[in-house]
Protein backbone atom coordinates (compact mmCIF):
# COMPACT_ATOMS: atom_id res chain seq x y z
CA UNK A 1 0.00 0.00 0.00
CA UNK A 2 2.54 2.47 0.51
CA UNK A 3 4.44 2.12 -2.51
CA UNK A 4 1.12 2.79 -4.10
CA UNK A 5 0.88 5.95 -1.98
CA UNK A 6 4.34 7.36 -2.77
CA UNK A 7 3.46 6.68 -6.54
CA UNK A 8 0.66 8.66 -6.44
CA UNK A 9 2.18 11.51 -4.60
CA UNK A 10 4.82 11.38 -7.05
CA UNK A 11 2.45 11.51 -9.63
CA UNK A 12 1.29 14.08 -7.84
CA UNK A 13 4.00 15.99 -7.80
CA UNK A 14 5.11 15.65 -11.61
CA UNK A 15 1.59 16.66 -12.79
CA UNK A 16 0.46 20.20 -11.64
CA UNK A 17 2.31 22.71 -14.59
CA UNK A 18 1.83 26.05 -13.39
CA UNK A 19 -0.46 27.36 -11.52
CA UNK A 20 -1.15 29.96 -14.37
CA UNK A 21 -0.63 27.90 -17.26
CA UNK A 22 -2.75 25.29 -16.48
CA UNK A 23 -3.55 22.06 -18.54
CA UNK A 24 -7.05 22.27 -18.40
CA UNK A 25 -8.84 20.56 -15.79
CA UNK A 26 -5.42 19.06 -14.07
CA UNK A 27 -6.90 17.24 -11.24
CA UNK A 28 -5.26 14.25 -8.92
CA UNK A 29 -6.23 10.61 -9.44
CA UNK A 30 -7.25 10.50 -5.75
CA UNK A 31 -10.36 8.41 -5.32
CA UNK A 32 -8.55 6.56 -3.08
CA UNK A 33 -5.95 8.97 -1.41
CA UNK A 34 -7.38 11.06 0.73
CA UNK A 35 -8.31 8.37 3.72
CA UNK A 36 -6.43 8.33 6.29
CA UNK A 37 -4.21 10.72 8.33
CA UNK A 38 -1.05 8.92 6.83
CA UNK A 39 -2.02 9.84 3.01
CA UNK A 40 -2.09 13.75 4.37
CA UNK A 41 1.24 13.65 6.18
CA UNK A 42 3.01 12.11 3.00
CA UNK A 43 1.47 14.82 0.85
CA UNK A 44 2.36 17.16 2.93
CA UNK A 45 5.99 15.62 3.39
CA UNK A 46 6.60 16.68 -0.23
CA UNK A 47 6.58 20.53 0.96
CA UNK A 48 9.90 19.84 3.08
CA UNK A 49 11.73 19.61 -0.27
CA UNK A 50 10.53 23.19 -1.10
CA UNK A 51 12.56 24.97 1.64
CA UNK A 52 15.73 26.85 1.02
CA UNK A 53 19.08 24.98 1.00
CA UNK A 54 22.77 25.75 0.42
CA UNK A 55 22.03 26.05 -3.23
CA UNK A 56 20.26 28.94 -2.78
CA UNK A 57 23.62 30.65 -1.12
CA UNK A 58 24.73 31.16 -4.66
CA UNK A 59 22.04 32.05 -6.79
CA UNK A 60 18.61 32.81 -6.45
CA UNK A 61 16.36 36.10 -5.86
CA UNK A 62 17.47 36.42 -2.47
CA UNK A 63 21.74 35.31 -2.32
CA UNK A 64 23.93 37.61 -0.52
CA UNK A 65 26.15 37.27 -4.10
CA UNK A 66 23.30 39.93 -5.12
CA UNK A 67 24.20 42.27 -2.33
CA UNK A 68 26.59 44.48 -1.46
CA UNK A 69 28.73 41.64 0.92
CA UNK A 70 29.84 39.19 -1.93
CA UNK A 71 31.31 39.31 -5.02
CA UNK A 72 33.00 36.76 -7.52
CA UNK A 73 35.00 36.78 -11.03
CA UNK A 74 31.60 37.11 -12.73
CA UNK A 75 29.91 40.40 -11.92
CA UNK A 76 26.19 39.62 -11.39
CA UNK A 77 23.48 42.18 -13.00
CA UNK A 78 21.33 41.78 -9.92
CA UNK A 79 23.76 43.55 -7.39
CA UNK A 80 24.67 45.69 -10.52
CA UNK A 81 21.29 46.81 -11.24
CA UNK A 82 21.53 45.80 -14.60
CA UNK A 83 19.39 42.79 -14.70
CA UNK A 84 16.52 43.09 -17.63
CA UNK A 85 12.65 41.52 -17.73
CA UNK A 86 12.78 37.64 -18.50
CA UNK A 87 10.66 35.77 -20.62
CA UNK A 88 10.16 33.48 -18.31
CA UNK A 89 11.32 33.11 -14.38
CA UNK A 90 10.53 29.57 -12.33
CA UNK A 91 10.56 31.05 -9.31
CA UNK A 92 6.62 32.79 -10.08
CA UNK A 93 6.27 29.44 -11.80
CA UNK A 94 7.17 27.21 -9.31
CA UNK A 95 5.80 29.11 -6.17
CA UNK A 96 2.20 28.70 -7.82
CA UNK A 97 2.55 25.41 -8.94
CA UNK A 98 3.18 24.57 -4.77
CA UNK A 99 0.94 27.25 -3.67
CA UNK A 100 -2.01 24.60 -6.03
CA UNK A 101 -0.87 21.31 -4.41
CA UNK A 102 -1.35 23.19 -0.92
CA UNK A 103 -4.49 24.04 -2.02
CA UNK A 104 -5.80 20.62 -2.87
CA UNK A 105 -4.72 19.43 0.27
CA UNK A 106 -6.26 22.25 2.54
CA UNK A 107 -9.53 21.77 0.77
CA UNK A 108 -9.32 17.75 1.01
CA UNK A 109 -8.84 18.63 5.18
CA UNK A 110 -12.09 20.50 4.98
CA UNK A 111 -13.76 17.49 3.82
CA UNK A 112 -12.21 14.68 6.26
CA UNK A 113 -14.47 13.19 8.86
CA UNK A 114 -11.82 13.74 11.71
CA UNK A 115 -10.64 16.92 11.01
CA UNK A 116 -8.43 17.21 13.97
CA UNK A 117 -6.67 13.81 13.18
CA UNK A 118 -5.26 15.97 10.25
CA UNK A 119 -5.04 19.51 11.74
CA UNK A 120 -0.87 18.65 11.83
CA UNK A 121 -0.91 18.43 8.09
CA UNK A 122 -3.50 21.41 7.78
CA UNK A 123 -0.95 23.71 10.22
CA UNK A 124 1.84 22.70 7.86
CA UNK A 125 -0.13 23.33 4.68
CA UNK A 126 -0.97 26.77 6.02
CA UNK A 127 2.79 27.53 7.26
CA UNK A 128 4.12 26.38 3.71
CA UNK A 129 1.49 28.70 1.76
CA UNK A 130 2.52 31.44 3.87
CA UNK A 131 6.29 30.31 3.10
CA UNK A 132 5.36 30.64 -0.80
CA UNK A 133 3.50 33.81 -0.89
CA UNK A 134 6.02 35.41 1.44
CA UNK A 135 8.70 34.23 -1.34
CA UNK A 136 6.03 36.19 -3.96
CA UNK A 137 5.58 39.47 -1.75
CA UNK A 138 9.16 40.21 -1.75
CA UNK A 139 10.39 39.50 -5.31
CA UNK A 140 7.36 41.02 -7.03
CA UNK A 141 5.43 43.19 -4.51
CA UNK A 142 1.47 42.47 -5.32
CA UNK A 143 0.21 39.10 -6.14
CA UNK A 144 -2.86 37.40 -6.84
CA UNK A 145 -4.22 35.41 -3.87
CA UNK A 146 -5.34 31.96 -4.88
CA UNK A 147 -7.52 30.16 -1.79
CA UNK A 148 -8.64 27.16 -3.69
CA UNK A 149 -7.48 24.89 -6.71
CA UNK A 150 -7.97 26.38 -9.95
CA UNK A 151 -8.30 25.41 -13.54
CA UNK A 152 -7.54 26.79 -17.32
CA UNK A 153 -10.97 28.08 -16.90
CA UNK A 154 -11.55 29.79 -13.33
CA UNK A 155 -11.49 33.49 -13.23
CA UNK A 156 -8.37 33.90 -11.04
CA UNK A 157 -6.16 33.07 -14.28
CA UNK A 158 -7.36 36.44 -15.33
CA UNK A 159 -7.62 38.75 -11.96
CA UNK A 160 -5.45 41.59 -10.94
CA UNK A 161 -2.88 41.16 -8.62
CA UNK A 162 -3.45 41.47 -5.00
CA UNK A 163 -2.14 44.79 -3.29
CA UNK A 164 0.70 43.62 -1.25
CA UNK A 165 -1.05 44.87 2.17
CA UNK A 166 -3.89 42.26 1.20
CA UNK A 167 -1.12 40.04 0.75
CA UNK A 168 1.06 40.27 4.07
CA UNK A 169 -2.56 40.18 5.81
CA UNK A 170 -3.31 36.75 4.26
CA UNK A 171 0.19 35.46 4.88
CA UNK A 172 -0.10 36.57 8.64
CA UNK A 173 -3.53 35.24 8.77
CA UNK A 174 -2.45 31.52 7.69
CA UNK A 175 1.06 31.74 10.32
CA UNK A 176 -1.51 32.47 12.88
CA UNK A 177 -3.68 29.54 12.28
CA UNK A 178 -0.42 27.15 12.05
CA UNK A 179 0.89 28.17 15.28
CA UNK A 180 -2.77 27.18 16.30
CA UNK A 181 -2.57 23.63 14.19
CA UNK A 182 0.71 22.64 15.11
CA UNK A 183 2.34 20.93 17.90
CA UNK A 184 5.26 22.76 20.19
CA UNK A 185 8.57 21.68 19.11
CA UNK A 186 8.68 19.58 22.75
CA UNK A 187 6.07 17.44 21.44
CA UNK A 188 7.15 16.40 18.15
CA UNK A 189 8.42 12.52 18.07
CA UNK A 190 12.01 11.12 17.26
CA UNK A 191 10.22 9.89 14.09
CA UNK A 192 8.92 12.99 13.31
CA UNK A 193 12.19 14.99 14.18
CA UNK A 194 12.57 17.96 11.31
CA UNK A 195 9.14 18.94 11.01
CA UNK A 196 7.07 21.74 11.90
CA UNK A 197 6.64 23.15 15.45
CA UNK A 198 3.93 26.19 16.61
CA UNK A 199 6.93 27.87 17.47
CA UNK A 200 8.76 27.71 14.14
CA UNK A 201 5.73 29.56 12.68
CA UNK A 202 5.73 31.90 15.49
CA UNK A 203 9.19 32.35 14.26
CA UNK A 204 8.53 32.67 10.49
CA UNK A 205 5.46 35.10 11.79
CA UNK A 206 8.12 37.41 13.16
CA UNK A 207 10.32 37.82 10.00
CA UNK A 208 7.24 38.35 7.66
CA UNK A 209 5.66 40.83 10.11
CA UNK A 210 9.26 42.73 10.47
CA UNK A 211 10.04 42.60 7.18
CA UNK A 212 6.43 44.49 6.08
CA UNK A 213 6.44 46.34 9.02
CA UNK A 214 9.54 48.29 8.40
CA UNK A 215 9.13 47.83 4.31
CA UNK A 216 5.95 50.23 5.29
CA UNK A 217 7.61 52.04 7.25
CA UNK A 218 10.59 53.36 5.59
CA UNK A 219 8.27 54.14 2.72
CA UNK A 220 6.35 56.57 4.66
CA UNK A 221 9.05 59.02 5.78
CA UNK A 222 10.14 56.36 8.26
CA UNK A 223 7.52 56.67 10.55
CA UNK A 224 4.97 54.26 11.11
CA UNK A 225 1.51 54.33 10.26
CA UNK A 226 -1.15 52.27 11.84
CA UNK A 227 -0.68 48.98 9.61
CA UNK A 228 3.21 48.87 9.78
CA UNK A 229 3.06 49.40 13.42
CA UNK A 230 0.20 46.73 13.85
CA UNK A 231 2.75 44.25 12.05
CA UNK A 232 5.97 45.31 13.75
CA UNK A 233 3.76 44.65 17.03
CA UNK A 234 2.90 40.84 15.68
CA UNK A 235 6.46 40.64 15.31
CA UNK A 236 7.33 41.53 18.35
CA UNK A 237 5.25 39.53 19.97
CA UNK A 238 5.64 36.66 17.74
CA UNK A 239 9.27 36.60 18.63
CA UNK A 240 8.66 36.60 22.10
CA UNK A 241 6.44 33.79 21.99
CA UNK A 242 9.62 31.82 21.09
CA UNK A 243 11.68 33.38 23.63
CA UNK A 244 9.60 32.93 26.43
CA UNK A 245 9.06 28.95 24.98
CA UNK A 246 12.29 28.43 27.06
CA UNK A 247 12.74 25.63 24.03
CA UNK A 248 15.70 27.41 22.26
CA UNK A 249 19.34 28.83 23.24
CA UNK A 250 21.70 30.62 21.06
CA UNK A 251 24.74 27.57 20.29
CA UNK A 252 28.08 28.42 22.82
CA UNK A 253 29.44 24.99 24.07
CA UNK A 254 32.07 26.39 26.37
CA UNK A 255 34.38 23.36 24.97
CA UNK A 256 34.36 24.62 21.56
CA UNK A 257 35.05 28.87 23.25
CA UNK A 258 34.66 32.00 20.37
CA UNK A 259 34.77 29.47 18.03
CA UNK A 260 31.35 28.37 18.77
CA UNK A 261 29.73 30.71 15.96
CA UNK A 262 32.38 28.94 13.38
CA UNK A 263 31.24 25.66 14.09
CA UNK A 264 27.60 25.97 14.61
CA UNK A 265 27.52 25.53 10.81
CA UNK A 266 29.27 22.78 10.10
CA UNK A 267 28.07 20.13 13.05
CA UNK A 268 27.48 16.72 11.56
CA UNK A 269 27.03 13.46 13.13
CA UNK A 270 30.58 12.41 12.82
CA UNK A 271 33.34 14.05 14.09
CA UNK A 272 33.10 17.92 12.91
CA UNK A 273 34.36 20.04 15.66
CA UNK A 274 37.24 19.92 18.27
CA UNK A 275 35.08 19.08 21.16
CA UNK A 276 33.22 16.52 18.65
CA UNK A 277 29.92 17.59 19.40
CA UNK A 278 27.03 16.58 17.39
CA UNK A 279 23.68 17.90 15.44
CA UNK A 280 22.20 17.08 18.88
CA UNK A 281 23.92 19.71 20.79
CA UNK A 282 22.25 22.74 18.68
CA UNK A 283 19.21 24.21 20.03
CA UNK A 284 19.42 26.78 17.74
CA UNK A 285 17.93 25.72 14.96
CA UNK A 286 14.10 26.05 14.87
CA UNK A 287 13.62 24.73 11.16
CA UNK A 288 16.16 23.11 8.94
CA UNK A 289 16.83 21.57 6.01
CA UNK A 290 18.18 18.28 7.09
CA UNK A 291 21.29 16.27 5.88
CA UNK A 292 22.62 12.88 6.07
CA UNK A 293 26.18 11.78 4.68
CA UNK A 294 24.80 9.23 2.61
CA UNK A 295 20.92 9.05 2.68
CA UNK A 296 20.80 13.09 1.90
CA UNK A 297 24.19 14.49 1.92
CA UNK A 298 24.54 17.87 0.53
CA UNK A 299 25.21 17.48 -2.95
CA UNK A 300 26.44 20.58 -3.74
CA UNK A 301 29.88 22.44 -3.66
CA UNK A 302 29.79 23.99 -0.27
CA UNK A 303 33.20 24.16 0.98
CA UNK A 304 35.81 23.34 -2.04
CA UNK A 305 33.33 26.65 -3.63
CA UNK A 306 34.59 28.90 -0.95
CA UNK A 307 37.49 28.11 1.11
CA UNK A 308 40.30 29.87 -0.45
CA UNK A 309 38.19 29.93 -3.84
CA UNK A 310 36.10 32.25 -6.01
CA UNK A 311 33.66 33.91 -3.65
CA UNK A 312 35.12 37.27 -2.23
CA UNK A 313 34.09 39.05 0.43
CA UNK A 314 33.97 42.88 0.34
CA UNK A 315 35.17 45.32 2.67
CA UNK A 316 32.34 46.80 3.50
CA UNK A 317 31.41 43.40 5.64
CA UNK A 318 34.80 43.43 7.10
CA UNK A 319 34.47 47.03 8.03
CA UNK A 320 30.92 46.18 10.41
CA UNK A 321 32.54 43.90 12.64
CA UNK A 322 33.44 45.77 15.68
CA UNK A 323 36.20 46.00 17.84
CA UNK A 324 36.25 43.95 20.89
CA UNK A 325 35.49 46.96 23.05
CA UNK A 326 32.16 47.07 21.10
CA UNK A 327 33.11 50.05 19.24
CA UNK A 328 32.99 50.19 15.40
CA UNK A 329 36.51 50.99 14.12
CA UNK A 330 37.71 54.23 12.63
CA UNK A 331 38.90 52.89 8.98
CA UNK A 332 41.23 56.18 8.48
CA UNK A 333 43.11 55.73 11.48
CA UNK A 334 42.84 51.30 12.20
CA UNK A 335 46.36 49.21 11.77
CA UNK A 336 46.52 48.04 8.26
CA UNK A 337 50.26 47.51 7.93
CA UNK A 338 50.33 43.69 7.99
CA UNK A 339 48.45 41.59 6.21
CA UNK A 340 46.50 40.28 9.32
CA UNK A 341 46.77 43.47 11.60
CA UNK A 342 42.69 44.51 11.10
CA UNK A 343 41.47 40.87 12.21
CA UNK A 344 43.31 41.83 15.54
CA UNK A 345 41.11 42.97 18.72
CA UNK A 346 37.98 42.38 16.54
CA UNK A 347 34.82 40.58 17.31
CA UNK A 348 35.61 36.99 17.16
CA UNK A 349 33.14 36.46 14.66
CA UNK A 350 34.84 38.21 12.35
CA UNK A 351 37.76 35.34 12.71
CA UNK A 352 35.12 32.76 12.65
CA UNK A 353 33.65 34.08 9.35
CA UNK A 354 36.65 35.02 7.23
CA UNK A 355 40.34 33.48 6.65
CA UNK A 356 42.69 35.22 8.06
CA UNK A 357 45.90 35.78 5.58
CA UNK A 358 48.68 33.92 7.12
CA UNK A 359 46.74 31.27 8.98
CA UNK A 360 46.03 27.64 8.46
CA UNK A 361 42.45 26.28 7.25
CA UNK A 362 41.66 22.75 6.66
CA UNK A 363 39.04 21.83 4.02
CA UNK A 364 37.12 18.26 2.64
CA UNK A 365 40.61 18.08 0.18
CA UNK A 366 42.71 18.34 3.42
CA UNK A 367 41.10 18.06 6.48
CA UNK A 368 41.44 17.49 10.34
CA UNK A 369 42.61 14.26 11.88
CA UNK A 370 42.80 14.67 15.64
CA UNK A 371 41.60 18.90 16.29
CA UNK A 372 44.56 19.48 17.89
CA UNK A 373 46.75 21.51 15.39
CA UNK A 374 49.65 19.03 15.65
CA UNK A 375 52.36 18.92 13.35
CA UNK A 376 51.14 16.22 11.27
CA UNK A 377 47.28 17.72 11.01
CA UNK A 378 48.97 21.18 10.07
CA UNK A 379 50.74 19.44 6.85
CA UNK A 380 47.49 17.66 6.27
CA UNK A 381 45.48 21.19 5.79
CA UNK A 382 44.23 22.08 2.54
CA UNK A 383 45.46 26.01 2.99
CA UNK A 384 48.66 26.29 4.56
CA UNK A 385 49.96 30.03 5.30
CA UNK A 386 46.83 31.10 3.59
CA UNK A 387 47.72 34.30 1.01
CA UNK A 388 45.22 35.94 -0.54
CA UNK A 389 46.22 36.49 -4.03
CA UNK A 390 43.08 37.18 -6.18
CA UNK A 391 39.81 38.92 -6.00
CA UNK A 392 39.00 41.66 -3.22
CA UNK A 393 41.61 39.85 -0.96
CA UNK A 394 38.50 38.81 1.63
CA UNK A 395 37.56 34.83 1.50
CA UNK A 396 34.97 33.15 3.80
CA UNK A 397 35.35 30.38 5.87
CA UNK A 398 31.79 29.88 7.11
CA UNK A 399 29.82 26.67 5.70
CA UNK A 400 33.15 24.80 5.22
CA UNK A 401 33.79 21.73 6.36
CA UNK A 402 37.08 21.04 8.15
CA UNK A 403 36.72 16.95 8.04
CA UNK A 404 38.92 15.02 6.36
CA UNK A 405 38.36 13.03 3.27
CA UNK A 406 34.67 14.14 2.67
CA UNK A 407 34.64 13.90 -0.84
CA UNK A 408 32.75 16.94 -2.56
CA UNK A 409 29.05 17.48 -2.13
CA UNK A 410 29.02 15.33 0.48
CA UNK A 411 29.00 17.42 3.59
CA UNK A 412 25.77 16.78 5.84
CA UNK A 413 25.44 19.48 7.90
CA UNK A 414 21.54 21.55 7.86
CA UNK A 415 20.44 23.90 6.43
CA UNK A 416 19.10 27.01 8.80
CA UNK A 417 15.85 27.81 7.67
CA UNK A 418 15.06 29.48 10.98
CA UNK A 419 17.13 29.98 13.97
CA UNK A 420 17.16 30.88 17.37
CA UNK A 421 19.29 33.92 16.42
CA UNK A 422 17.19 35.43 13.78
CA UNK A 423 14.14 35.07 16.58
CA UNK A 424 16.39 37.54 19.04
CA UNK A 425 17.50 40.45 16.38
CA UNK A 426 13.42 40.45 15.03
CA UNK A 427 12.58 41.05 18.27
CA UNK A 428 14.82 43.53 19.40
CA UNK A 429 14.56 45.42 15.68
CA UNK A 430 10.54 44.58 16.04
CA UNK A 431 10.21 46.68 19.55
CA UNK A 432 13.03 49.75 18.51
CA UNK A 433 11.01 50.10 15.05
CA UNK A 434 7.45 50.13 16.71
CA UNK A 435 8.84 52.42 19.71
CA UNK A 436 11.35 53.98 18.26
CA UNK A 437 13.38 53.27 21.70
CA UNK A 438 14.24 49.87 23.25
CA UNK A 439 15.33 49.16 27.16
CA UNK A 440 18.26 47.57 28.65
CA UNK A 441 16.14 44.98 29.44
CA UNK A 442 14.67 43.87 26.08
CA UNK A 443 18.16 44.26 25.03
CA UNK A 444 19.76 41.81 26.98
CA UNK A 445 17.17 38.85 26.45
CA UNK A 446 17.89 39.52 22.83
CA UNK A 447 20.28 41.67 20.57
CA UNK A 448 23.18 41.18 23.45
CA UNK A 449 22.69 37.01 23.51
CA UNK A 450 24.08 37.06 19.83
CA UNK A 451 26.90 40.24 20.24
CA UNK A 452 28.49 38.15 23.36
CA UNK A 453 27.66 34.27 21.84
CA UNK A 454 31.57 34.37 21.18
CA UNK A 455 32.96 37.86 22.62
CA UNK A 456 32.20 37.62 26.49
CA UNK A 457 34.41 40.26 27.36
CA UNK A 458 32.66 42.75 24.90
CA UNK A 459 30.51 45.34 26.75
CA UNK A 460 26.59 44.88 26.52
CA UNK A 461 24.41 47.12 24.19
CA UNK A 462 22.99 49.51 26.31
CA UNK A 463 20.91 52.92 25.80
CA UNK A 464 24.34 54.50 28.27
CA UNK A 465 26.83 52.89 25.75
CA UNK A 466 25.59 54.55 22.81
CA UNK A 467 24.83 57.75 24.10
CA UNK A 468 28.17 57.66 25.81
CA UNK A 469 30.11 56.97 22.46
CA UNK A 470 27.82 58.87 20.39
CA UNK A 471 26.36 55.57 18.42
CA UNK A 472 23.26 55.24 17.01
CA UNK A 473 20.76 52.33 18.17
CA UNK A 474 19.05 51.74 15.37
CA UNK A 475 22.85 51.66 13.23
CA UNK A 476 23.92 48.87 16.04
CA UNK A 477 20.39 46.75 15.67
CA UNK A 478 21.29 46.58 11.89
CA UNK A 479 24.60 46.30 12.27
CA UNK A 480 24.51 43.06 14.39
CA UNK A 481 21.83 41.46 12.29
CA UNK A 482 24.44 42.29 9.09
CA UNK A 483 27.17 40.49 10.63
CA UNK A 484 25.31 37.59 12.57
CA UNK A 485 23.99 36.65 8.79
CA UNK A 486 26.11 37.34 6.38
CA UNK A 487 25.89 34.45 3.67
CA UNK A 488 22.22 33.32 4.80
CA UNK A 489 20.65 35.42 2.36
CA UNK A 490 18.84 38.30 4.40
CA UNK A 491 21.49 40.95 3.72
CA UNK A 492 19.65 42.31 -0.28
CA UNK A 493 15.96 41.79 1.13
CA UNK A 494 17.25 44.03 4.49
CA UNK A 495 18.79 47.01 2.24
CA UNK A 496 15.56 46.95 0.59
CA UNK A 497 13.46 47.13 3.22
CA UNK A 498 15.05 49.45 4.84
CA UNK A 499 14.81 51.42 1.62
CA UNK A 500 18.49 52.43 1.89
CA UNK A 501 19.60 49.69 -1.19
CA UNK A 502 19.96 52.90 -3.27
CA UNK A 503 22.66 54.23 -1.20
CA UNK A 504 24.58 51.04 -0.28
CA UNK A 505 24.15 48.83 -3.60
CA UNK A 506 25.57 51.79 -5.70
CA UNK A 507 28.82 51.60 -3.37
CA UNK A 508 32.22 50.20 -5.15
CA UNK A 509 32.99 46.68 -3.98
CA UNK A 510 36.69 46.91 -2.32
CA UNK A 511 38.66 44.97 -1.10
CA UNK A 512 42.11 45.06 1.32
CA UNK A 513 44.09 47.93 1.67
CA UNK A 514 46.95 47.19 -0.54
CA UNK A 515 49.19 50.50 -0.86
CA UNK A 516 50.90 51.14 2.21
CA UNK A 517 50.98 47.94 3.55
CA UNK A 518 52.05 44.60 3.58
CA UNK A 519 50.08 43.62 0.78
CA UNK A 520 52.20 45.43 -1.40
CA UNK A 521 54.97 42.97 -1.17
CA UNK A 522 53.04 39.71 -0.66
CA UNK A 523 50.20 40.37 -3.43
CA UNK A 524 52.39 42.32 -5.90
CA UNK A 525 50.51 41.34 -8.65
CA UNK A 526 47.86 43.37 -7.60
CA UNK A 527 49.16 46.45 -8.97
CA UNK A 528 47.43 46.53 -11.75
CA UNK A 529 44.29 46.46 -10.05
CA UNK A 530 42.44 50.34 -9.49
CA UNK A 531 42.46 51.71 -6.11
CA UNK A 532 40.38 54.21 -4.36
CA UNK A 533 41.91 57.27 -2.29
CA UNK A 534 42.61 55.10 0.93
CA UNK A 535 44.53 52.62 -1.05
CA UNK A 536 42.07 49.84 -1.37
CA UNK A 537 41.51 47.68 -4.56
CA UNK A 538 38.32 48.44 -6.33
CA UNK A 539 36.65 45.15 -7.59
CA UNK A 540 33.72 46.72 -8.96
CA UNK A 541 32.76 50.10 -9.76
CA UNK A 542 29.98 52.18 -11.96
CA UNK A 543 27.25 50.29 -10.46
CA UNK A 544 23.68 51.20 -10.25
CA UNK A 545 20.09 51.07 -8.26
CA UNK A 546 17.43 52.58 -9.76
CA UNK A 547 13.62 52.70 -7.84
CA UNK A 548 12.39 49.81 -10.15
CA UNK A 549 15.00 47.35 -8.38
CA UNK A 550 13.41 47.06 -5.20
CA UNK A 551 10.96 44.69 -7.17
CA UNK A 552 11.93 41.88 -9.63
CA UNK A 553 9.86 42.14 -13.01
CA UNK A 554 7.23 39.75 -13.78
CA UNK A 555 8.08 37.33 -16.64
CA UNK A 556 7.05 38.19 -20.14
CA UNK A 557 5.19 35.05 -20.40
CA UNK A 558 2.88 35.79 -17.42
CA UNK A 559 1.66 38.79 -18.65
CA UNK A 560 1.23 37.47 -22.16
CA UNK A 561 -1.38 34.70 -20.78
CA UNK A 562 -2.72 37.49 -18.35
CA UNK A 563 -2.12 40.79 -19.45
CA UNK A 564 -4.49 42.33 -16.12
CA UNK A 565 -1.25 41.30 -14.23
CA UNK A 566 0.63 44.51 -15.33
CA UNK A 567 4.41 44.82 -15.15
CA UNK A 568 5.70 46.42 -11.69
CA UNK A 569 6.82 50.23 -12.11
CA UNK A 570 10.22 51.16 -14.09
CA UNK A 571 10.07 47.65 -16.04
CA UNK A 572 7.52 48.64 -18.38
Not at 223 to 251: P, Q, R
Not at 330 to 343: A, G, H, L, P
Not at 426 to 434: G, I, K, L, Q, W
Request: aromatic share 12%; charged share 25%; net charge negative.
Amino acid sequence: MKTIINILVLFCMLAFQSCLDLEPKTQLADTNYWQTPEHFKLFATQFYSWTTDFKQLDAGAHSDARSDLRTGNTLDVYSNGTNSVPSSDKTYTDTYNRIRQINTLLEKAEEYKNFSDIAIYAGEARFFRAYCYFELLQVYGDVIIVKNVIDIDSPEMQSARNPREEVVDFIVEDLKEAVNLLPSADEISSNDAGRLSSQAASAFLSRVALYEGTWQKFRNDGKNNEHSKELLDIAAKAAYDVIESGLFEIFAPAELGVEAYKYLFILEDEKSNPAGLGKNANKEYIFSRRHHPTLNSIGFNITQGRLGNAVYVTRKLANMYLQSNGLPIDEKTWNYSEVDSEFMGRDNRMNNTLMIPGNTYWGTGGGRIDWTGSPEEIANASHKNFMPATGTGYFPQKWCCERDGVPTGMEAYDYPIIRYAEVLLNYAEAVFERDEKISDDDLDISLNLTRKRVNPEMPDLTNDFVSQHNLDMRTEIRRERTVEFFDENFRLDDLKRWKTAEVEMPMNLTGVKWKGTEFERKWADASSKPLDAEGCIIHEQGRVWAEKNYLYPLPTDQLKLNPNLKQNPGWE
